[in-house]
């Protein structure tokens, strides 16, 4: 009689909650073994005196990947959540000037875009269209795949596009939005999203100027509840699909036998035998600190090279009285702007006056809060790799919250606010063994970014691979999510280039 093979995943971060699922369906015998008590990683769950907040995502783009996912759980998006088109999108306020609103109007954004710069309506429509032209290619032929058949990359199609790719890589994310447009404030606009790749638009390839496809074309989504009704749901789903979880077991190590994977030892100095081991944990921290030197891919060493995307301060506020002035999600950007990513990225200094973001879930959902209160959710990203003393981040919040209120006109922001909860650089370490204290992993520059990003394998030890936001594809839950089905695709040796139509029995699966 055969016996299935056992698969340990270490963490229930979104992409080891995604793996864990896939390969139980596959036929595996699935464990997984996450360090707190409960499941999420980055996208968690605070909550505390009537207020509700997501503590790391908030933005939910890319509503296929999602739909995707539901698929290959044989449900749908429908059916497991209640998500809904936000229009406001997201609101754009600037040092000088009045502030501008992005709706789900295609054609009002562009009204808005030519009162800012003549011209720049018809331009919006041009740099959409090839943002969409960009983002539909490479989910066809980048993001789902192993980069392990060269056919489907040079596909028919990909040829044909071959000399807008190559115009792209030769030029930065920066260099293309400003071929487009010139005013400052509109170039902000089209350039923040290079934050959600961990990187800055000097350096970020034209290439993820596709990301325009996301919130002008796709839109912006909220399930109802908040991001942690996602993460609920997922649990749920990969628990029905047969994975066992252990909360509160930190794994120490990752057994290795004559270069095979064989299993995991936890803190608390239990072990547990596995044919195939997938870390969800930070990359850094599973390869320099679960992995003897000798069984490193990626040692020390290697990392010296990488660049981390950027850390962050967040606020967690409970505010008393509505605030009309902020929309769902809400932008404030500095006229410093191309200072501000300098200073994150490369002299890494805190800028002062920062761009900054704030999420008010509560103009969707009034009850993630106490009746007449709103929760805000604030983050101002930070340099890799620095952490705050406690007199800093005091200096931190004031300074935030004084621009909040200068920015957005709440003039008595201070002395409204009832209730405060923060995470900052060390909380990433402690909570996630970040490298660098980064909020995201390593960011998207060109040299990491597709086949040039860690792979999702050791090349050392067979059976151990990698999932999440440290591998390919890159950071966000979408990201993670297809980083889920990557690993899977390699585990199963499927070599296809674009999202697969189910999850399929592995013949390996069973001894
Ligand atoms: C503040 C913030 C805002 C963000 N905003 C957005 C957004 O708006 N939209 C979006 O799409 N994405 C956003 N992201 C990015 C997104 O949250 C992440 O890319 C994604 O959630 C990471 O998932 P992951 O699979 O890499 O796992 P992670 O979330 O990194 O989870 C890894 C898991 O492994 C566990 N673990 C680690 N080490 C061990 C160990 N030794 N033993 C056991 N368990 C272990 C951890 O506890 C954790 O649960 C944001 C992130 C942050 C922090």
């Not at 260099?175 to 400052?184: A, G, I, L, M, N």
């Not at 923060?422 to 490298?435: L, N, V």
Request: glycine letters at 8%.
């Amino acid at each position: 009689m055969s016996t299935p093979k056992k698969a340990i995943v270490i963490g229930a971060g979104i992409g080891g909650i995604a793996t864990a699922t896939y390969l139980s369906k596959a036929g595996y015998e699935v464990e997984l073994y996450e360090q707190h008590a409960k499941p999420g990683g980055r996208a968690g769950l605070h909550q505390a005196e009537g207020f509700s907040f997501d503590t790391g995502p908030s933005w939910y783009l890319m509503p296929e990947v999602f739909e995707h996912f539901f698929a290959l759980c044989n449900t749908t998006t429908a059916a497991q959540l209640d998500v809904v088109r936000l229009d406001p999108a997201y609101k754009v306020f600037f040092e000088n000037g009045a502030p501008i609103t992005i709706g789900a109007d295609q054609v009002e954004n562009q009204a808005k875009f030519e009162i800012t710069e003549p011209g720049a309506g018809k331009q919006l429509r041009r740099y959409t269209a090839q943002a969409s032209l960009l983002y539909k290619l490479s989910m066809k032929h980048f993001l789902y795949t192993n980069f392990q058949s060269i056919r489907g990359i040079f596909s028919l199609e990909v040829l044909r596009n071959a000399p807008k790719f190559l115009r792209l890589l030769g030029r930065s994310f920066d260099q293309e939005v400003s071929h487009y447009f010139t005013h400052p404030h509109l170039k902000m606009i089209l350039e923040y999203s290079s934050v959600f790749l961990g990187a800055s638009p000097y350096k970020t390839p034209a290439l993820y100027t596709l990301m325009g496809a996301l919130d002008f074309d796709q839109g912006v989504y909220y399930p109802r509840g908040g991001i942690y009704k996602l993460i609920e749901k997922m649990a749920k789903l990969s628990e029905e699909a047969g994975v066992t979880y252990h909360y509160s077991s930190t794994v120490k190590k990752i057994i290795t036998q004559a270069g095979h994977v064989t299993g995991i030892q936890l803190a608390s100095g239990k072990s547990a035998s596995a044919d195939l081991v997938i870390s969800n944990a930070d990359l850094h921290h599973t390869e320099t600190a679960m992995l003897p030197s000798a069984q490193q891919s990626y040692p020390e060493a290697y990392w010296d090279k990488k660049v981390s995307g950027p850390s962050a301060l967040l606020l967690y506020l409970g505010v008393k009285g509505k605030l009309p002035e902020l929309a769902h999600h809400d932008l404030l950007f500095v006229d410093s702007w191309r200072e501000n990513f300098e200073a994150i990225y490369e002299t890494k200094t805190i800028p002062n006056p920062a761009s900054l973001y704030i999420s008010k879930t509560t103009e969707t959902e009034p009850e993630l809060a106490p009746k007449g209160h709103e929760a805000l959710v604030v983050l101002v990203p930070l340099p890799a790799g620095v952490t705050l003393t406690a007199k800093m981040q005091k200096n931190l919040e004031s300074q935030t919250i004084s621009q909040i209120e200068r920015m957005a006109g709440i003039t008595d922001l201070t002395s409204r606010i009832v209730y405060k909860h923060t995470m900052g650089p060390a909380d990433f370490k402690a909570q996630f063994q970040s490298w660098q204290y980064s909020m995201l992993g390593p960011g998207h520059t060109l040299k990491q970014t597709a086949i040039f990003r860690t792979q999702n394998y050791s090349k050392k030890v067979k059976n151990l691979y990698y999932v999440g936001g440290s591998t390919i594809p890159g950071v966000g839950m979408p990201m993670c999510l297809i980083s889920a089905e990557l690993v899977y695709k390699r585990i199963v040796d499927d070599k296809s280039n674009g999202p697969i139509s189910h999850i399929k029995f592995d013949e390996k699966a069973s001894t």
